[in-house]
């Protein structure tokens, strides 16, 4: 079975910085393209970053310049490291995976439970 499980959310001010990341648990044999996602209350899910198994990324317009994503393949884990945070950072970051093979099946879509990131003024 696979999982993804994030972890690093927390409470920081603005302009700090805070990374998180998430690893994908289980038996796969490879992993497509990842990212992350974000939630903020009585807002629609929006991207906030991607990345293919080669390493290409993309960001959202509003995160350019301040958020890294990277990924360790031989971990399968991505990070997501958010510096100058401001408080409408604040969301639910969740983590994505693209496709998964695993000994079984393939599976699209899969996503993570959700780590909490709150930036206060």
């Known amino acids: 079975q696979v999982q993804l499980v994030e972890s690093g959310g927390g409470l920081v001010q603005a302009g700090e910085s805070l990374s998180v990341s998430c690893v994908v648990s289980?038996?796969?044999?490879?992993?497509?393209?990842m990212g992350w996602y974000r939630q903020a209350p009585g807002k629609q899910r929006e991207m906030v970053a991607t990345?293919?198994?080669?390493?290409?990324?993309e960001y959202a317009d509003a995160v350019k310049g301040r958020f890294t994503i990277s990924r360790d393949n031989a971990k399968n884990t991505i990070y997501l490291q958010m510096n100058s945070l401001k408080p409408e950072d604040t969301a639910v970051y969740y983590c994505?995976?693209?496709?998964?093979?695993?000994?079984?099946?393939?599976?699209?879509?899969?996503w993570g439970q959700g780590t909490l990131v709150t930036v206060s003024s």
């Open positions: 994505n995976v693209d496709s998964v093979i695993t000994p079984r099946s393939r599976l699209r879509g899969v």
């Open positions: 289980g038996v796969i044999y490879s992993i497509g393209a």
């Open positions: 990345i293919t198994l080669s390493g290409s990324s």
